[in-house]
């Protein structure tokens, strides 16, 4: 089993900025991607951005050149810097990793999610 905890979420005014942070741990051999994605009430569940193991990145095309993600390996940590907050970012943000987990000869394929963080942007 992997756990993700994600921590950095608040109450922010437009034009703020905010660090949203998610610790990866358990029986973990190898994390491939690690992203962040948001919900907002009413609505479905979407990805903001992505970061490969290589470091390949990839935005959700409304918070690009705001949003950096960034991530360490040797942590199992990813990153949301986020800047230039709009009341459209308001929303629950949620950590997500995609890997391989498990002991030698006992592999399992890893899809997990954290519990989530609440980021409010008021106007």
């Known amino acids: 089993q992997v756990q993700l905890v994600e921590s950095g979420g608040g109450l922010v005014q437009a034009g703020g900025s905010l660090r949203l942070s998610c610790a990866a741990s358990?029986?973990?051999?190898?994390?491939?991607?690690m992203g962040w994605y948001r919900q907002a009430p009413g609505k479905q569940r979407e990805l903001v951005a992505v970061?490969?193991?290589?470091?390949?990145?990839n935005y959700k095309d409304s918070v690009k050149g705001r949003f950096t993600i960034s991530r360490d390996n040797a942590k199992n940590t990813v990153y949301l810097k986020m800047n230039s907050l709009k009341p459209e970012d308001t929303a629950v943000y949620y950590c997500?990793?995609?890997?391989?987990?498990?002991?030698?000869?006992?592999?399992?394929?890893?899809?997990?999610w954290g519990k989530g963080t609440l980021v409010t942007v008021s106007s």
């Open positions: 997500n990793a995609v890997g391989v987990g498990g002991r030698p000869g006992d592999r399992y394929g890893i899809d997990s």
């Open positions: 970061i490969t193991s290589g470091g390949n990145t």
């Open positions: 358990g029986s973990i051999f190898r994390i491939n991607a």
